[in-house]
């Protein structure tokens, strides 16, 4: 489950980055993701990060653990655009439901909401809502 969240997560960078390279607004962009897994509960539509409970360094396309204290740097490089975009995710306490929050910059971010299955070895996610951007 862990795996698919962190994929999602740089899914959801990549698409950013590809949303923005051909804009004159974005003469920059965010070379790489910082992704917390964390423990957090829902308060309104977002999710508020308790814990963290593992790190990685998302980089020319390597993905790498790095410590729980690691914090993305998020010095504005263009724009509004962060020098490094950071992303959440996480399962609720129930299991019902899967959240990724990501942070591209100042005003740049969304956060996503999705339903869960749980069965025997396997995990997946489905319904993907946008909750909050």
Known sequence: MTDLLLNKCITKFQVMLDTCKNRDDCPQLPQSLVIYHVKASKRGQ???????LQAWRYESGKIMQIPIT???VQSVISGELYREGSALFGISRLRRKAFVSVYFGKNISMGFEYDTAVGKGTFAITNETVIWE
């Open 70 to 72: 690691a914090k993305a």
């Open 46 to 52: 977002k999710y508020v990060p308790k814990k963290v």
